[in-house]
């Protein structure tokens, strides 16, 4: 069972940068595909990006292509998530999730594919 711990969530002012960290222990991350996922106030969840095991397949969704960049170390079990020019909509709460897929090579984008969540970690961005 793998564990997820994100980090790097904050207060930034619309068109900054962040970049969010997802450890993982208890698994080789290798054999996990990795998405994020958001959660606005009063809203549900929804996708935001995902990887497949190798890390050479992403895709992200509509409202945050070209400004986020989803990636992986799996040599340091961690998966990244770069935002830049962010915007007050994208104020959320942000998950990591892993799906147990030793098997696969592509991705996916349904949160029902996903086995294990971290607790998340808050972004706010101010207009």
């Known amino acids: 069972q793998v564990q997820l711990v994100e980090s790097g969530g904050g207060f930034v002012q619309a068109g900054g940068s962040l970049r969010l960290s997802c450890a993982a222990s208890?698994?080789?991350?290798?054999?996990?595909?990795m998405g994020w996922f958001r959660q606005a106030s009063g809203k549900e969840r929804e996708f935001v990006a995902a990887?497949?095991?190798?890390?050479?397949?992403?895709y992200s969704a509509a409202s945050v292509k070209g400004r986020f960049t989803i990636s992986r170390d799996n040599a340091k079990s961690t998966v990244y998530l770069q935002m830049n020019i962010l915007k007050p909509e994208d104020t959320a709460v942000y998950y990591c999730?892993?799906?147990?897929?030793?098997?696969?090579?592509?991705?996916?984008?349904?949160?029902?594919?996903?086995?294990?969540w971290g607790q998340g970690t808050r972004v706010t961005v101010s207009s």
């Open positions: 999730a892993a799906a147990w897929a030793p098997s696969s090579t592509g991705y996916y984008t349904t949160g029902a594919r996903y086995d294990y």
């Open positions: 990887i497949n095991r190798s890390g050479d397949s992403t």
């Open positions: 208890g698994g080789t991350l290798n054999s996990y595909v």
